[in-house]
């Protein structure tokens, strides 16, 4: 009886959802998530640094660093790491899943899963289309959300929060009402050796973390020269010497060069000449690899970036350069060298510029504030706010309510056959169907419940199709319709430093600007 309890409100909350579900809510306060220390690991020990999501039923607890790259939320797998006590693994990963140990965790094919489009796939990962319940921190809770379970032992998983143009994570919490837009503010905090906590913001942005104006750039038309929807041209890359000259790293064309900004990465990339030609003005010694410099020789210049409309950003010497810091056994992000500093520039000297895509990522996002509206095709960037805030904040809300909700029937599908194609419904509404596998079976499940007076046989028939197609789900349904929530923070037994998670990206991975002839 509590499955066809369950099964029936799920059939009349589905049947609301897809009836009423047509414009955003401006009502909802916007959804705020910290970009902070997050431990990821059973034993308390593993610390990532990123934002904090709770995955199943219990939770397990991630912490993913955004993404304007992904369009779906990317989680590692449990068997990467072989146990979750793996700290060190755990810790590199930002958490992995076990799905033997999520109640509601429930399975579907590529091509009738209820994410958004397909993002690429290496070669090598292996991957798996789930659903199950995810907490926003404090903030809220999403049913029968769309993850990628991403397992690859040779090129590492690459796992995110996605924020890209076709965005699921976006699509359900503002159709699920747990943030009123799909417009996102981001600050990326500070990760030197004095750090600050940064804040993503969907429905809006925070005010009081930008400290100019908002300048806004057109969004970038996404093509394999430029793979990123938050496109900026790069005019000049200055090293700015202390004996006050600005030195060039190369000599731009006249009409600049695309640049992606990318806070999944925290590096800059930049055409191998720039990188040499940084080399030489640092008198870096190849006799240390990866652009490091013994810290009696540290360098005492900064980084400049003008942008072709006239946008200027300076990384100064200390957040240029750190000492070397890297993962220690428990998956912790701490100083592993005090003796040679690393700097915060990719290093690819013997790529070929052609090769090569420039990327202004988390140490560029240190000192300027994204405001992203797909919606308008538009970004705005402003300076950030340095310096720790706090708890002060000046949320502030971007809603159009004249402006559809962004769901997975809004986006490029999975190519799959004609027959298939109906059943391809996307039931996220926050998930709120938690985890059905398409609008096929609930149709047929909301006919059986309907006709409970038709004849034994008939209906029988019914079962039987419905089990045939969904053969374990209604044991998630008593799950997904609890009001009980388990903490999303695993308490510390101590006080462990930051482990950021590695770059997604390195200079080889993605394609390059065409040179100016």
Request: net charge negative; charged share 15%.
């Amino acid at each position: 009886m509590a499955v066809l309890f369950a099964s029936s409100l799920l059939c009349i909350v589905s049947w609301a959802f897809h009836a009423t579900a047509v414009s955003v809510d401006c009502t909802v306060a916007p959804l705020s998530l910290s970009w902070s220390n997050i431990t990821v690991s059973a034993n308390g020990v593993a610390v990532t640094r990123g934002i904090e999501l709770g995955v199943g039923t219990p939770n397990q607890i991630f912490s993913l660093r955004p993404s304007t790259t992904l369009n779906n939320t990317r989680i590692a797998n449990v068997a990467d790491c072989v146990s979750q006590s793996n700290s060190s693994c755990v810790g590199s990963k930002g958490g992995v899943f076990d799905s033997s140990k999520s109640s509601t965790f429930v399975v579907s094919l590529k091509n009738r899963w209820n994410g958004s489009a397909t993002d690429s796939e290496a070669a090598t990962g292996a991957y798996v289309y789930f659903n199950d319940v995810i907490d926003f921190q404090a903030n809220g809770t999403v049913l029968g959300y769309p993850l990628v379970q991403n397992s690859d032992l040779i090129s590492g998983p690459e796992a995110g929060l996605p924020l890209g143009q076709n965005s699921s994570f976006l699509a359900a919490v503002t159709r699920a009402r747990v943030a009123p837009s799909s417009v996102w503010g981001l600050d990326a905090g500070d990760r030197s050796l004095s750090p600050r906590d940064g804040k993503l913001v969907v429905g809006g942005y925070d005010a009081s973390r930008i400290a100019g104006e908002l300048t806004t750039f057109p969004l970038g038309a996404w093509a394999n020269q430029q793979p990123c929807p938050l496109q900026v041209t790069v005019s000049d890359v200055l090293y700015l010497a202390p004996d006050g000259k600005n030195y060039p790293l190369a000599a731009m064309p006249p009409t600049g060069v695309t640049a992606c900004i990318e806070p999944q990465q925290q590096r800059f990339t930049f055409l191998p000449t720039m990188v040499r030609n940084f080399a030489s003005l640092t008198a870096y010694s190849r006799a240390y690899p990866g652009l490091v410099f013994p810290t009696e020789f540290r360098p005492t210049g900064a980084l400049h970036i003008r942008l072709d409309n006239g946008y200027n950003t300076t990384i100064p010497n200390d957040h240029l350069f750190n000492p070397k810091r890297g993962s220690d056994q428990n998956g912790q992000y701490v100083v592993t060298n005090s003796s040679i500093l690393e700097t915060g520039i990719g290093y690819n000297v013997d790529d070929a510029d052609s090769d090569v895509q420039l990327i202004l990522g988390g140490l560029f996002l240190t000192y300027n504030y994204l405001v992203v509206d797909y919606d308008n095709n538009q970004f705005q960037m402003a300076p950030s706010v340095q310096g720790d805030q706090g708890s002060s904040e000046a949320i502030t809300t971007i809603c159009d309510p004249a402006l559809p909700t962004r769901g997975p029937d809004d986006f490029p599908q999975a190519q799959s056959s004609d027959e298939d194609e109906p059943s391809r419904s996307a039931a996220i509404g926050g998930g709120i169907a938690g985890g059905v596998v398409g609008l096929a079976v609930i149709a047929v499940l909301c006919y059986f419940l309907g006709r409970k007076r038709r004849r034994d046989r008939h209906r029988r028939q019914q079962e039987d199709q419905k089990r045939a197609e969904q053969d374990h789900s209604h044991t998630l349904y008593p799950e997904l319709f609890s009001d009980e929530r388990r903490p999303s923070e695993l308490a510390l037994a101590t006080a462990p430093t930051v482990h950021e998670l590695p770059d997604r990206y390195n200079e080889k991975q993605l394609p390059s600007v065409p040179t100016a002839s």
